[in-house]
């Protein structure tokens, strides 16, 4: 009973989903169209993580552009923004999105890259995240940048790739380009998962008239500013022209979301589904809003749906389902969702799967299987908030089970 109570007393932190939409390391799959850089705190949501930093009062370099196009496998444009990855050592960042054409161009010396290259070139820094710091110094494979031009050694084992999750993309090699002779790097192919059923591209952009999508492409500029109110204006009209448009909805929603309007987000998260019920987006910020409300059995239909129609490409929402079974005391199902985030989880971005795993372990008597967990977590995460306080929890475990050892 004493370490039950233990548990229930360290997984209080654990269950705060506040740092959630916070998640380390790499972008992880369920990345949404709205301006946003992987990594960067959120307005509070699953699939959107927060905004690029404003690079207008840097001073002026040289700069490196890069440029290319998007497209689908038929030969189209992805109808929607697609996100921009630069992958330097494994770890990837975000630079860049594509417009409504599929074009997409970055400049490798703006603030938001140099910060992307210091994160990239930290080993084992999980946690860190050199855009939310506004870091300006870089360090890739032993070359420094501090605010001057990044030079081409920098560029060694980097790559570009397009982000979308339920798609894969082909990659372009950065390394030994002359972007000021060649910017223009080529095409990105997106090719689409056969077993994944549902999108995080609404197929009813391709149809929205055109009026709707210069609404839509000035509020998403808007949007990457965190001008919230004008991006907002130009979301409701291009809605308002197509009712369809389950991308605006959803982009809407984001921007309500941003400045604490969660009723107004929950209703255009329910109009992207009704316009699209295979768009994937909308479940993972209703399920966001609705665990800060802690209405567990909520997050469980809504990680549920999103997992039904995606279940490869958002380990986070393995993690809220985990944590919403543990609030609803179903700590078998907590388990096997923990389990499976994990098992979506290979390079560790969601540490706190590992932390809910050893607390619904030990409330089933598997402590040593949740000591292990606890460990990993403090191992994937040694600088989080609840840190110390876990130590503590897993110090009081580990007591209660050297007895056993000391029979063995």
Not at 1 to 19: D, N, Q
Not at 243 to 253: F, H, M, R, S, V
Not at 268 to 284: C, H, I, Q, R, T
Request: glycine fraction near 10%; hydrophobic fraction near 35%.
């Amino acid at each position: 009973m004493a370490t039950h109570f233990l548990i229930r007393g360290a997984l209080g932190l654990a269950l705060s989903l506040t740092g959630f939409a916070q998640h380390p390391g790499p972008p992880g799959p369920g990345t949404g169209t709205g301006g946003s850089i992987p990594g960067a705190p959120s307005p509070g949501g699953m699939t959107r993580p927060g905004t690029l930093p404003d690079a207008g009062t840097l001073e002026q370099q040289q700069p490196q552009i890069v440029m290319g196009k998007v497209i689908l496998e038929d030969g189209t444009p992805p109808p929607d923004p697609v996100l921009i990855q630069m992958v330097c050592n494994g770890t990837p960042r975000a630079i860049a999105y594509t417009d409504l054409r599929g074009h997409f161009s970055a400049d490798l010396n703006n603030r938001v890259s140099r910060a992307m290259f210091a994160d990239a070139s930290e080993p084992g820094n999980g946690t860190a995240d050199a855009i939310a710091r506004g870091t300006d110094t870089a360090t890739v494979n032993g070359v420094q940048s501090t605010g001057s031009t990044l030079r081409q050694q920098n560029l060694m084992s980097c790559e570009l790739r397009a982000y979308q999750p339920g798609f894969r993309s082909e990659a372009i090699q950065l390394t030994n380009r002359s972007f000021l002779e060649k910017p223009d790097v080529g095409v990105l192919v997106l090719r689409r998962l056969s077993k994944v059923e549902g999108l995080t591209i609404s197929a009813t952009s391709a149809l929205a008239p055109a009026d709707a999508k210069k609404a839509f492409e000035k509020a998403h500029k808007d949007e990457l500013k965190d001008k919230w109110p004008e991006a907002q204006r130009e979301f409701e009209k291009a809605v308002a022209i197509y009712p369809k448009y389950a991308t605006a909805w959803y982009e809407l929603g984001n921007v309500q979301q941003a400045q604490h309007d969660l009723d107004g987000a929950r209703l255009s998260y329910g109009k992207a589904l009704e316009a699209d019920p295979k768009f994937v987006n909308p479940y993972g910020q209703l399920a966001a809003i609705a665990a800060g409300e802690k209405k567990w059995r909520e997050v469980v239909d809504d990680t549920a749906h999103l997992l039904q129609l995606d279940p490869v490409d958002f380990p986070q929402a393995w993690l809220y389902n985990a944590v919403a079974h543990f609030g609803l005391r179903d700590w078998d199902a907590a388990a096997k969702s923990a389990r499976e985030g994990l098992s979506r989880d290979p390079d560790h971005r969601f540490p706190k799967l590992s932390q809910v795993l050893g607390g619904a372990l030990a409330m089933e008597n598997d402590y040593p299987g949740s000591v292990q967990n606890l460990r990993d977590y403090l191992r994937y995460a040694p600088d989080a908030g609840d840190a110390e306080q876990v130590r503590k929890q897993l110090a009081q475990l580990e007591k209660v089970l050297e007895p056993q050892a000391d029979k063995q």
